[in-house]
């Protein structure tokens, strides 16, 4: 058996005896095996003890705003020290950590009533490591009792690791062997922490709690023993759970593998710890410091920080490597993609963020910020992963990281800068806005006003934001002049804005004589001094489109205040939803009602029943119209015919000499009489008026027509009826289907017809990205394929803009304008407002100008949508680009191999030149009236996939806008995917 098992397992012996052949020993192990033991029990016998999980001692992090409010918990009262110390030396051997001897777990209270901010104990107190070498540092347990603080002989100015202070008595060599010999005799326990192992924190253990109990069990004072081999393996050899710990991967730095998540907070790492501040960083105020050993043996005590109080200094971050540099390594430019501290805006580059990072309790936090207060000008970022994370991190972990930032009891809002009606919140009133069943989104400190009766809810000055859960006990009384209105007309005791009036004068009310109305939370709504609801605002559907127009809210299903949720404590922040706004303008023909449709398609919005019914109308009456056109031309054709066969009977040559009146555009006297209605009807501009009612009773008309030969001539020549839109063709092909009255539009049909969303020139729908599947998730290039983010399309005709474009204002809190321009309308003609004949794509150019310069457009984003690709690849085949004057220095360098193979290949070629041109003439002249740039898509509105890129493309430019503080330029840039199609 053993023979077998030599040689399945060739083992080394650990260690030869001396003397003995090394080498046969090889290969001289004898196995032996288990055998049950029979004899006398003796109590000698060294027994495993069971640990008890719940009584190992826990470091837990501990709330500092608790702490400051809670006399009972212990507290590390702050010295601040006398003199600078020196500067440490960043070796293997230098000692960074003071250590702090204590009793036990029971005995290793602090004080905070103890002046010199001690361990208490019997006899408490503090004092230098004396004796120590640079190289090794000795806290040995007091016997009785006594807690001692022990400084480092090396002068190193430390800062307590908290679970040193706990209870951890150690002795620290430079070979990183920290030994804790306990001199009680209770102690039975030998726990070896290897770094790295169970005592080193991963970021999933730290995140779920569970490294807690592991690496107390180094702290634990009852144990004898603690060693800590050696872990120097550098970066990226280290691999992840080695970036947990800075110190590993730099410096040996006993006891900091074993710190549990709270000792983080404190922490006392290589960078942080000793004298020099962390690069980039300025260091807090110490919550405790030492003085040097050679100084005295007194600990003064001076400073006046709590830590909660300190904790609310929020570290700024300095850079000291020149611009654009990694803020740890300071390597690397302003194009180095770089993941930025939400506390002090420090800026690492990914080779050191999450060794700047560290297991990231509260979120992107350098180490020396975890405990404080985030940037609020961030705030609206707080959750939101970015890709560097994402590269470098599992998706669970980004995940948690990402939960941690959202929720942790650091990164909530202060409640007292939050102010409601003039009055700062209490924490249980925040607590109770933001947990109720409508919160407001993306609260942030300012001041507020809330209108307790309607739910409506708006920054301090301005018009109301959304509408929240009515009846909330938080902040003071409404004051009339909260929103700041001027229009005399008041909703609930305050004066309402403009807008709102523009919006009470949409829902049917007049609003002479400067009424007082009472709102309630579900849009019933009286004048003050009657009895009666005059209405219900929300009822009709004019009020929500103007509303949505106006950047007004409407209110969601959860307005409504239902009990017990309103004082729910605790909230998700994942399910806030966000909405923005995409701003789709044009000139005519331009194409935006295609798009529109499409993204509708697209994103499966359905058409109501309502709506399909209508659209059924408008096709039909279309194809009457498209009919009409060709019963026009058929008459000329007619003529034309008639023309030649008179020609040809007074012509002597010709050689039958007889004429009659016949052609073959000629029709018979049944379908003459329609035409000639129809073509009336037309003239007189009464075709909308007349159909689509009578289409029923036209229907068998159009199916002979369609039959008939003289018709069909015409359609062969429809080309040459400049009237027929290209898209007739399409709905003509199907005339007999379509006229009939059981015609039900396909979407096809929806997105080719004309007119279908122009009748009042706006139109609006809300979509979201498809749902990302798990796999996807750790590549999906945004956060935003998340039907979370929600996005509303406004498509505006410019004739609904009014003169000057005054109506405008009505979408100053969109959040891009998506520009559309129709590509092959460069030698197209019409009429201005003149009545001079003037080039379509200068009219394009001076909408577009219009719109950037408008003061309410300033700031925005711009996606220019370059549209109908597909009828430029055609046209600029036949039509020079320089016909328009704007385009005339358009001399593209084309291969002059015009052989079969390349001719497609050229074509091509020659309308992605024109494509590009006409993008970078564009940009340059928003660059010229912005300042800014403009980003431009490709588009041909026809095809579902290109206007669902071109929206994603929108929404990438919503979200870097967003991250803009943790993307830099080089980020920006690397979204390769659209740039197929998009210029950015
Ligand atoms: N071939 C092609 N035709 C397009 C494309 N986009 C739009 N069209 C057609 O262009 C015509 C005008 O498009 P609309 O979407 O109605 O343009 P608009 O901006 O709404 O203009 P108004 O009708 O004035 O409101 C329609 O017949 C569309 O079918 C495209 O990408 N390719
Ligand atoms: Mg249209």
Not at 542 to 560: E, G, Q
Not at 632 to 655: H, I, N
Not at 752 to 771: C, D, H, I, W
Not at 929 to 949: I, N, R
Request: hydrophobic letters at 30%; glycine letters at 6%; aromatic letters at 8%.
């Amino acid at each position: 058996m053993a023979g077998i098992l030599r040689n399945f397992l060739r083992v080394v012996q650990p260690s030869p005896t001396r003397g003995d052949d090394v080498e046969n020993d090889a290969y001289n192990v004898e196995y032996s095996f288990a055998i049950e033991y029979s004899g006398p029990v003796s109590n000698n016998i060294p027994r495993v003890l069971p640990i008890v999980f719940d009584q190992i001692p826990v470091a837990a992090p501990v709330a500092s705003s608790s702490l400051s409010s809670d006399s009972s918990l212990p507290v590390v009262q702050p010295i601040v020290r006398h003199k600078r110390l020196k500067e440490p030396k960043l070796s293997s051997e230098s000692l960074n950590g003071p250590c702090v001897s204590g009793e036990g777990e029971s005995s290793t209270r602090v004080d905070s009533s103890n002046a010199l901010g001690s361990v208490t104990g019997a006899d408490s107190k503090l004092k230098p490591c004396d004796g120590i070498s640079s190289s090794k540092l000795e806290c040995s347990n007091d016997q009785d009792n006594s807690s001692e603080i022990l400084d480092c002989k090396a002068g190193d100015e430390c800062l307590p690791v908290e679970s040193e202070v706990v209870g951890g008595s150690g002795k620290l060599e430079s070979s990183s062997k920290l030994e804790c010999p306990d001199d009680q005799d209770n102690s039975s326990e030998i726990l070896d922490c290897t770094a790295g192992d169970e005592c080193m924190p991963t970021v999933s253990e730290v995140l779920g709690g569970s490294c807690k109990q592991e690496s107390s069990h180094c702290h634990d004072t009852s144990h004898d023993d603690v060693e800590l081999p050696n872990n120097s393996q550098e970066g990226a050899d280290a691999g992840f759970h080695g970036y947990m710990n800075p110190a590993n991967s730099e410096s040996t730095e006993s006891g900091l593998s074993s710190r549990s998540l709270s000792s983080e907070v404190f922490s006392c790492k290589e960078e942080y710890c000793n004298n020099e501040e962390t690069r980039g960083h300025v260091k807090r105020p110490s919550a405790v410091t030492f003085l040097e050993p050679d100084t005295s043996d007194t600990v003064y005590e001076e400073s006046v920080y709590s830590e909660a109080e300190s904790n609310n200094v929020r570290p700024k971050a300095e850079r000291k490597g020149k611009k654009g540099s990694c803020y740890r390594c300071l390597k690397g430019n302003r194009f180095t993609v770089k993941e930025a501290c939400i506390v002090c805006g420090a800026k690492y580059c990914s080779n050191c963020v999450v060794r700047a990072m560290g297991s990231m309790p509260e979120g992107r936090k350098c180490v020396p910020c975890i405990g404080s207060r985030i940037d609020e000008a961030i705030r609206g970022n707080l959750g939101k992963s970015s890709r560097m994370l994402k590269q470098l991190l599992n998706d669970m972990e980004v995940k948690q990281i990402m939960k941690s930032e959202i929720s942790c009891l650091m990164n909530q809002l202060p409640p007292e800068k939050v102010c409601v009606n003039g009055e700062p919140l209490s924490q249980k009133q925040l607590v109770m806005l933001q947990g109720c069943p409508n919160p407001p989104k993306k609260l942030t400190p300012g001041n507020y006003w809330y209108d307790k009766v309607s739910g409506l809810w708006g920054k301090d000055g301005c018009k109301p934001c959304q509408i929240i859960s009515s009846q909330l006990e938080v902040g003071g009384h409404l004051k009339a002049d909260a929103s700041n209105g001027n229009t005399k007309v008041y909703i609930n005791n305050r004066q309402i804005t403009q807008k709102e009036l523009y919006m009470l004068q949409a829902a049917g009310e007049k609003c002479e004589g400067y009424p007082h109305f009472w709102l309630s939370a579900d849009g019933s709504y009286q004048e003050e001094g009657q009895n009666h609801v005059k209405g219900n605002i929300w009822d009709k559907k004019i009020t929500k489109l103007v509303c949505a127009l106006l950047s007004l809210p409407i209110p969601t299903d959860n307005t409504r205040p239902r009990g017990d949720e309103v004082n729910a404590i605790g909230y998700n922040y994942f399910e806030l939803k966000t909405l923005h706004k995409l701003l789709l303008v044009g000139d005519k023909k331009s194409g935006t009602s295609t798009i529109y449709k499409q993204a509708k398609l697209h994103f499966n919005v359905p058409f109501s029943e309502d709506e399909r019914q209508n659209i059924k109308l408008i096709i039909q009456s279309n194809l009457y119209r498209y009919i009409a056109i060709l019963l026009e031309g058929r008459e000329r054709f007619e003529e034309e015919s008639l023309t030649e066969k008179w020609k040809q009977v007074v012509d002597p040559s010709s050689s039958s000499g007889q004429s009659d009146e016949k052609t073959m555009y000629s029709i018979g006297q049944r379908l003459k009489a329609f035409s000639d209605w129809l073509l009336k009807v037309m003239m007189a501009g009464n075709l909308e008026a007349i159909f689509p009612a009578a289409t029923r009773e036209y229907a068998p008309f159009v199916e002979e027509l369609w039959k008939d030969v003289a018709f069909q001539a015409t359609y062969n020549r429809r080309n040459e009826l400049d009237m027929l839109p290209r898209v007739a063709t399409y709905f003509l092909e199907r005339a007999v289907e379509i006229s009939r009255p059981i015609y039900e539009p396909s979407d096809m049909d929806i997105l080719y017809a004309e007119g279908v969303t122009s009748s009042n020139g706006l139109s609006s729908m809300e979509f979201s990205f498809p749902k990302l599947t798990q796999e996807s998730f750790v590549d999906a290039t945004t956060d935003q394929n998340d039907p979370l983010f929600r996005y509303q399309l406004i498509r505006v005709h410019p004739r609904s803009l009014g003169e000057n474009y005054k109506w405008l204002e009505m979408f100053e809190d969109v959040d891009i304008v998506l520009f559309c321009v129709s590509l092959p309308e460069y030698d197209e003609l019409v009429e201005d407002s003149n009545g001079n004949p003037t080039n379509k794509m200068m009219m394009s150019k001076q909408l577009f100008e219009s719109i950037v310069t408008h003061p309410r457009f300033n700031e925005k984003d711009f996606l220019l949508l370059l549209n109908k690709y597909d009828l430029l690849e055609e046209k600029i085949e036949q039509v020079p680009l320089t016909k328009c004057e704007w385009f005339h220095d358009f001399k593209p360098v084309i291969s002059h191999n015009h052989n079969n193979n390349s001719r497609r290949t050229s074509k091509t070629s020659l309308a992605q030149y024109a494509f590009h041109y006409i993008a970078v003439k564009f940009k340059i002249l928003f660059q010229d009236l912005s300042g800014h740039k403009l980003f431009v898509s490709q588009v041909t509105g026809l095809e579902p996939d290109s206007v669902g890129e071109a929206l994603k493309y929108a929404s990438e430019i919503l979200k870097w806008e967003e991250e803009e503080p943790n993307y830099t330029h080089n980020d920006l840039s690397s979204y390769t995917d659209y740039e197929q199609n998009s210029l950015s």
